[in-house]
C-alpha cells in the first residue's frame, strides 16, 4: 500500500506546485487544482486516513516506519480538511479578486489596496483606503465563518475533540507550551518596545502610541526611507555573491530556476514553488526594489537552497511534508542579514547602517509579537465552542501585543490554516540558534565562509526528514528556546 501511495503523493504534489507556480508567475489566468484534487482524491478520502491511523496502530515498526507513517497521514489529514472547505475556499478567492476598492476617483484591486497602504505617507489617505479595504473583508465574514465552523465539524468528525488537538497530535508538538513561553517574551521584551515604538511613532509619523493604528503599522514596516539603498537592479546580483561566499554558484544551479521575467499578472512577492525537490525549484522574482523586496527575496532563496539541496534519495514524504518551522528557519537566516552591519556594507556599501538596523529590529519585534497575539488567539478560536466574541477577541490580543488599535473585523482574514503562526514562532526562536552557532563556528562572517556552506548543505541533504526540535538536537544546539530571541531584541534596541 504504501509504495503506490508514496508514488500518487509524489505526483499529487508536483501537479499541484506546478499550477501554483504557473498562476502565481502570471503565465496562466486561472487556477485549475479541481481537476488534480480530484485524479488525487483517494490520497486523502476517509480510506486512507483510516487505513494510515491502521497502519500506525499496527505497532511492529521502527521509529522511522512510523515517522514515515505519521508524515503521511498528518498529510491525508491536512487535505481531508482542505477538501471539506474547497467550494468556501474558492468563493472566498474569488471575491477577494474581483473586489475593487475605490480611492479617489481611481479603482484598485484588492491586493493593490494593501500596497496602496503600505506606501502611503499621508495619513488619511492611508486610514481611508484602509477602511474600505476592511469593508471588503468585512463583507467575506459570513463565508469565512462558515469555512471554520465546516473546518471544525471535519475535525470533530475524524475524532479528535477539536481542531486544536487535531494538529497538535499530528504535528507532536504542544501549542500550549509555545504560547506561554512566547508570552514571556512579549513581558521581556515590553519595556524595549514600547520606548522605541514611541521614538519612531513621533520620528516618522508624528503619532503618540495612543494614536496608532494597524495601517500606520502597515506603513510604519515598510520602512520606505531607506528604499534608496536597496535598488532593484542590485537584487540578482546581491543574491549570487551572497550564496557564492557559502561556495554555492547560483548561474550553474540547473536545478533552481530563477524566474524574473516581467508579466503583468506576476504576483508582486517573491515566492518560492518546488515543484519536483530537488530537481525543479523555481525561485519567482519581480523586481521593485526597497528593503522588503530585498528580505523577501532572501527569505525565499532560503527555502530554494533548501529544497535545492535536499537528497534525490529521501522518500517523498520527507521531502514534501514536514514540520514547516525547518524550512523557515533556513528563509529567516538569509532574510536576517538585512540586520547584518558587516553584510550591509560588503554587499549593498552602506557605511554605516546603525539606523536602519535598529529600524529593522524594531519592525520585526512588531511583527514577531503580531505573531504571539496571532497563536494566542488562534489556540482559543480552535479548542472548540462558538465563534462568537472571537472578533473582539483577536482585536485586543492584537492591540495589547502591537500597541496598534486593530480592528475586529480581519478575526478570520488574518488567520492562516493549520497553526502556521507556531511554525513562525519556531523559526525565528530556532534561527537566533542556529545563526549564533555558525559565528562560533566559521565567525561573525559566516556568510562569507564555504566551510559554512559546507556545512549548511550537509544539513539541507537531509530535507525535512527531521523537525525543526530534531535538527536543534542533531546539530547540538540543544531544546529551542525562546530567551535569545529576546535577548537580541534587548540588546539590538536598547
Ligand atoms: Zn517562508
Known amino acids: ?123 488619511e489617505s492611508r486610514k481611508a483606503i484602509y477602511g474600505r479595504r476592511l469593508a471588503l473583508i468585512d463583507a467575506a465574514n459570513d463565508l469565512r465563518t462558515q469555512r471554520i465552523v465546516k473546518l471544525h465539524e471535519t475535525a470533530c468528525s475524524l475524532g479528535y475533540s477539536s481542531y486544536a488537538e487535531l494538529f497538535q497530535r499530528l504535528r507532536r508538538l504542544d501549542y500550549k507550551e509555545i504560547a506561554r513561553q512566547c508570552d514571556a517574551l512579549l513581558s521581556r521584551t515590553e519595556p524595549v518596545y514600547v520606548a522605541r515604538l514611541d521614538d519612531a511613532l513621533r520620528r516618522d509619523l508624528g503619532l503618540s502610541i495612543d494614536e496608532a493604528e494597524r495601517s500606520d503599522a502597515m506603513y510604519l514596516l515598510h520602512l520606505t526611507s531607506f528604499d534608496d539603498s536597496f535598488p532593484p537592479r542590485e537584487m540578482l546580483r546581491v543574491y549570487s555573491e551572497t550564496m557564492a561566499g557559502l561556495g554555492i554558484t547560483v548561474g550553474s544551479q540547473r536545478n533552481i530556476v530563477i524566474d524574473s521575467e516581467a508579466r503583468p499578472r506576476k504576483n508582486p512577492r517573491a515566492f518560492c514553488m518546488p515543484i519536483t525537490i530537488p530537481d525543479d525549484v523555481r525561485l519567482v522574482i519581480r523586481p521593485v526594489g526597497g528593503q522588503s523586496d530585498y528580505q523577501s527575496l532572501l527569505h525565499e532563496s532560503g527555502h530554494a537552497q533548501h529544497f535545492g539541496w535536499a537528497s534525490a534519495q529521501l522518500p517523498p514524504e520527507f521531502k514534501y511534508t514536514g514540520d514547516y518551522a525547518l524550512t523557515e528557519t533556513y528563509a529567516f537566516l538569509f532574510n536576517h542579514l538585512v540586520s547584518d552591519s558587516n553584510w550591509l556594507r560588503d554587499f549593498l556599501g552602506l557605511a554605516d547602517s546603525a539606523e536602519f538596523v535598529r529600524s529593522v529590529m524594531l519592525a520585526r519585534l512588531v511583527t514577531v509579537r503580531r505573531y504571539v497575539a496571532k497563536l494566542s488567539y488562534e489556540r482559543r478560536l480552535h479548542s472548540g465552542g462558538e465563534l462568537t466574541g472571537h472578533a473582539q477577541l483577536y482585536a485586543e490580543l492584537q492591540t495589547a501585543s502591537t500597541l496598534f488599535r486593530t480592528e475586529a473585523a480581519e478575526f478570520l482574514f488574518d488567520l492562516d490554516d493549520s497553526f502556521y503562526s507556531a511554525s513562525y514562532l519556531r523559526a525565528w526562536a530556532f534561527e537566533v540558534l542556529l545563526r549564533e552557532y555558525l559565528k562560533t563556528r566559521f565567525g561573525s562572517r559566516w556568510w562569507a565562509s564555504s566551510h559554512a556552506g559546507v556545512f549548511l548543505k550537509e544539513i539541507w541533504e537531509t530535507g525535512d526528514r527531521y523537525t525543526a526540535d530534531e535538527m536543534a538536537a542533531q546539530i547540538g544546539i540543544g531544546t529551542i528556546d525562546f530567551d535569545p530571541l529576546a535577548d537580541e531584541f534587548n540588546s539590538a534596541l536598547k
Open 1 to 123: 500500500m504504501l509504495d503506490d501511495y508514496r508514488r500518487d503523493f509524489e505526483a499529487f504534489h508536483t501537479s499541484n506546485a506546478r499550477e501554483h507556480y504557473l498562476f502565481h508567475s502570471g503565465q496562466k489566468n486561472c487556477l485549475e487544482i479541481a481537476p488534480i484534487y480530484e485524479r488525487y482524491g483517494h490520497l486523502f478520502d476517509r480510506d486512507s486516513i483510516d487505513r494510515l491511523t491502521r497502519e500506525l496502530e499496527s505497532s511492529e515498526r521502527s521509529e522511522t516506519e512510523n515517522v514515515t507513517i505519521n508524515r503521511l497521514l498528518a498529510f491525508a489529514v491536512e487535505q481531508f480538511l482542505e477538501s471539506s472547505v474547497k467550494e468556501l475556499t474558492e468563493q472566498i478567492g474569488q471575491f477577494e479578486a474581483t473586489a475593487t476598492v475605490e480611492f479617489m476617483g481611481r479603482d484598485m484591486t484588492f491586493q493593490d489596496s494593501a500596497v496602496a497602504i503600505i506606501t502611503e505617507g499621508n495619513r
